[in-house]
């Protein structure tokens, strides 16, 4: 139950920062940059999550999301243009753990066998 907890506190702010960082800072070149760097930036490093997340633990690794998630809303309130885009790095780093942690713990929790039938 906590692990389902945390995955949609960690959705909801990820959904509500996608969607206002682009107002927030009310750029032109950023507001179009959302959607690439979002989006792509998290396909790209897509295979190093897994060594990291085996490196240090769920324990930590759901502290850091948590950690990522304070600084990029800290960062967007700022209103710089050149924190904008550090928030939108680490959003995109954060959306990436988000979904690994939480689709890696269940199926390792609840066993493969169990899992999804």
Same mark, same amino acid.
């Given at each position: 139950?906590? /692990?389902? *907890?945390?995955?949609?506190? =960690?959705?909801?702010?990820? /959904?509500f920062f996608f *969607? =206002?960082?682009g107002p927030q800072l009310n750029h032109a070149t950023l507001c179009s940059a959302v959607g690439y760097i979002g989006n792509g930036l998290p396909a790209v490093l897509s295979p190093l999550v897994g060594p990291l997340i085996g490196w240090c633990g769920w324990g930590w690794a759901t502290l850091m999301t948590s950690l990522l998630t304070m600084t990029m809303f800290i960062l967007i309130t700022a209103q710089s243009i050149w924190l904008g885009y550090l928030a939108l790095l680490l959003f995109a &780093?954060?959306?990436?753990?988000? &979904? *690994?942690i939480f689709f890696s713990y269940v199926p390792a929790t609840f066993d493969p066998a169990h899992y999804g039938r």
């Open positions: 139950m906590g /692990i389902v *907890a945390w995955y949609t506190l =960690n959705l909801t702010w990820l /959904i *969607a =206002n960082v &780093f954060q959306r990436l753990l988000t &979904f *690994a």
